[in-house]
């Protein structure tokens, strides 16, 4: 499990800023471009976890790489070129200060408040007698603020315009924007046996252009359930086969973590690590059809540090 790359440290000509997310490494080129290095850190409920998860950020990587060529003709995004399995590069956007969430289905966050009481989220009236994991008539919008550190937290339309987070006409595209990717999604799930539960988009601007930045449809951003068996699991009320990160935030609540003050991160044995890495590889198979192969593990930051200097250099 040592394989697994949860930091990098590198210098690049042009570099002036680096900022280390949850996830993502990102270094600042010129202020023009961006180099994201998905390293294999995990996060739950907003906290980084202590054991880097081997092949994690390849899958992600991987997956929003085809994810954003497959949706490039509904909106430009910031993907200018993938030269390492866990290294995008692209352009340097302004973002927006809210995470556009599109749920098609009650569960997770959605359904823990539904199932405390309340029925409005984000502004949106959600209906009575719903069960657990049921679709929505139709996908609902509840987007978050984009905190920098901490929890992000939920937003409705109203307040967004109202607190000039994002102008209506602005925030309109966006909607329309989140709608049509998600839907996109749906269909391509559906092809692989897969149903899209929900997801999250971020979008930027640069030149007065929207871009679709960030991640798209991996399992850290979005919760997939296998078709076969979903109605059946509903009808009897049973937990829904799915591929996604959900697995490990049950089992952090089911171990007394809610990234809670006070709280403390159970320990991850060797064994649960390997089965997160597995269920990650899982995800990547399923959703894009394609077998994964393994990146080389021997001195993976000297292997990604070569590979972005050399797109760098004869590109940027």
Request: overall charge negative; hydrophobic content about 35%; some cysteine.
């Amino acid at each position: 499990m040592s394989k697994a790359i949860v930091a990098t440290e590198y210098t690049f000509p042009g570099m002036k800023s680096f900022y280390k997310g949850k996830v993502r490494d990102v270094y600042n080129i010129n202020d023009e471009y961006l180099i994201m290095v998905v390293s294999d850190r995990i996060s739950a409920f907003d906290v980084v976890l202590p054991k880097g998860i081997p092949f994690k950020g390849q899958v992600l990587n991987q997956i929003a790489s085809k994810f954003l060529d497959a949706t490039q003709d509904i909106v430009p995004n910031w993907k200018i070129a993938s030269p390492d399995p866990m290294v995008t590069i692209g352009h340097l956007c302004e973002p927006y200060k809210v995470e556009m969430v599109i749920r098609g289905y009650l569960t997770g966050h959605a359904w823990r408040e539904y199932s405390s009481g309340k029925r409005t989220l984000c502004g949106i009236q959600l209906p009575e007698g719903m069960k657990e994991n049921q679709k929505f008539p139709e996908p609902i919008l509840t987007p978050t603020t984009k905190a920098m550190e901490g929890h992000d937290e939920d937003i409705s339309r109203e307040e967004i315009i109202e607190q000039g987070l994002v102008s209506e006409v602005e925030y309109t595209q966006l909607e329309q924007y989140t709608r049509a990717i998600f839907q996109r999604g749906t269909e391509i799930a559906a092809q692989k046996g897969l149903i899209l539960v929900d997801t999250k988009y971020e979008f930027g601007k640069k030149e007065g252009v929207i871009y679709l930045i960030d991640e798209i449809h991996t399992p850290d951003s979005s919760r997939y359930f296998y078709a076969a068996g979903y109605e059946e699991r509903l009808a009897k009320g049973e937990n829904q086969k799915q591929l996604s990160k959900e697995f490990v935030r049950q089992w952090l609540i089911e171990n007394g973590f809610q990234g809670k003050e006070g709280q403390k991160v159970p320990f991850m044995s060797d064994e649960f690590v390997s089965q997160i890495s597995d269920r990650y590889i899982e995800l990547f198979e399923h959703i894009t059809g394609d077998q994964f192969v393994k990146a080389e593990l021997e001195d993976v930051n000297a292997r990604i540090y070569q590979n972005i200097s050399r797109f760098v250099s004869a590109e940027i």
